[in-house]
């Protein structure tokens, strides 16, 4: 079931105890020893620890205690409690706060012992697998936090799909605020990894020295400032998914230690020579062109082709405006819901403007214009001068956006602007409807079904 040897936590406050247990176990598992409740919590937030095994009555908070507590950890470990007296209550009590077996001291033996913990090993390994299963199920096609029907979106959720259920390591471009975060973590709820840990590391935001320790963790004493070991963040990854934020500011020593992880999927922490293994899936994103930073030498050719196996490109808000007034609606209600508002109208005027735009900071940007917009509007309407002063300056504006006759101030609902969105595709198309449909970025027949609810339709 585990592919390598459980670490297992023995809390007593019996020096002999302990010992015996892990002179009783050290073959099986690995051990980790702890005298009190708080001593074994500091060890189960920074290791990542399979088998908690504790006794009732302790100095400090109890073993059930101690057992609610680690039950609500990211991953939290197979619990089981020893008592000296077997009392049903007790039983019943520690079940309740999440321990999976429970054990009376009175008669411990060993063997049974080891037994009894693989057995609730094997039963939370099942009890995980169903869980994944049935999520993966409810997620299918679980994308709905992703909002486009441009053709360029299409194409990502197509590449999600395609890409999420397999081990592949994903490399997504795209300016920022496109929504490379966005499309990371679906990758993650959509993969048979869903279950484990997502971990992000942004490889920008530390020194690279800092960077080294973060990923692959260090010993007690591998620098200075290392007072104790600590896992990286490949270890705390295993069996889930780790995300590389900004993969192109990655010094030359760490690419070189990626690149051995990506190929071989081992690392040694920093102070040591043992050799780890992790299971994780590798995500990374970047708004570089790597392929300049490598032509730069400033990033190595051969991590390059190990992480471009499966790229993601993700369009610029500018190049799928289609997307604009659906994505407007989606930040006006989540806003206005924040704020205990009705949610307002985004009048044509409005509409106009923001589809001039060019939208250098992409998706982020006009969410962050859309919840300034909620806040300053009046009367249930936004308009144009609720815009922030960059978006309504027109020599920011996009050059390639089709002027449109909106400028009507009027305010008006997001579907009104619409209708008047395939309105004005048709008349520049001549009635063409399969070269306004081109135009809008949409199906022949979302373009007939729209037309029909507008009641535009000619049946
Ligand atoms: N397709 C989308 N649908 C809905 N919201 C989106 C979409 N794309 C991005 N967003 C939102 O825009 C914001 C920026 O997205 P995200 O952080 O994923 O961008 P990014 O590409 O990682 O940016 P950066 O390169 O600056 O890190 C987030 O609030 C995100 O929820
Ligand atoms: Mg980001």
Request: proline share 5%; glycine share 8%; hydrophobic share 40%.
């Amino acid at each position: 079931m585990f592919m390598s040897t459980p670490t297992l936590l023995i809390v007593d406050d019996e020096k002999n105890t302990r010992e015996g247990l892990r002179a009783g176990l050290g073959e099986k598992f690995d051990v980790y020893v702890a005298e009190d409740a708080a001593s074994a919590w500091n060890l189960l937030e920074r290791e990542s620890v399979d088998v908690l095994l504790t006794d009732l009555r302790m100095a400090g908070d109890d073993g059930i205690q101690l057992i609610a507590r680690a039950k609500g950890l990211a991953k939290p470990p197979v619990c089981i409690l020893m008592t000296a007296f077997g009392t049903e209550e007790i039983a019943v009590e520690a079940m309740k706060k999440g321990a999976d077996d429970y054990i009376s001291k009175g008669r411990l033996r060993i063997d049974e012992l080891e037994l009894r913990i693989q057995r609730a090993l094997k039963r939370t390994a099942l009890e995980t697998e169903n869980r994944q299963l049935h999520r993966r199920l409810d997620q299918k096609f679980g994308l709905q936090n992703l909002i486009g029907e441009a053709p360029g979106m299409r194409a990502v959720f197509e590449l999600i799909q395609a890409v999420a259920p397999t081990r592949s390591t994903v490399l997504i471009t795209g300016e920022s605020g496109t929504g490379k975060e966005l499309v990371a973590k679906a990758i993650h709820q959509n993969s048979p990894r869903a279950r484990g840990p997502m971990i992000t590391v942004n490889c920008a935001a530390l020194p690279s020295t800092l960077l080294e320790a973060e990923l692959f963790g260090h010993e007690k004493g591998a620098f200075t400032g290392a007072h104790e070991r600590r896992l990286g963040r490949i270890e705390q990854a295993q069996g889930g998914t780790l995300f590389l934020d900004e993969i192109g500011e990655i010094d030359a020593t760490t690419q070189v230690k990626l690149l051995r992880f990506l190929g071989e999927k081992t690392f040694e922490r920093l102070g040591s020579s043992k050799t780890l293994s992790s299971d994780v899936r590798l995500v990374f994103a970047t708004n570089k062109d790597l392929q300049a930073l490598v032509a730069a030498g400033r990033f190595r050719e051969d991590l390059f082709y190990r992480l471009a196996v499966f790229p993601i490109p993700l369009p610029p808000l500018r190049d799928r405006l289609q997307d604009l007034p659906t994505l407007c609606a989606a930040f006006i209600k989540e806003f206005a819901e924040e704020n205990g508002k009705p949610i307002p109208n985004l009048t044509t005027a409005a509409l106009e403007v923001l589809l001039q735009y060019s939208w250098p900071g992409n998706v982020r940007e006009l969410r962050a214009a859309m919840e300034r917009a909620v806040v300053m509007c009046r009367e249930g309407h936004i308009q144009p001068q609720d815009l922030p002063q960059t978006v309504r300056t027109p020599n920011n504006r996009s050059q390639t956006t089709p002027s449109l006759e909106l400028a009507n101030a009027k305010p008006v609902t997001l579907k009104e602007a619409e209708k008047q969105l395939l309105i004005h595709a048709l008349q520049e198309a001549d009635g063409n409807r399969t070269l306004a449909a081109q135009k809008l970025g949409i199906s022949r027949r979302t373009l007939h079904r729209r037309l029909h609810e507008f009641g535009l339709g000619d049946k």
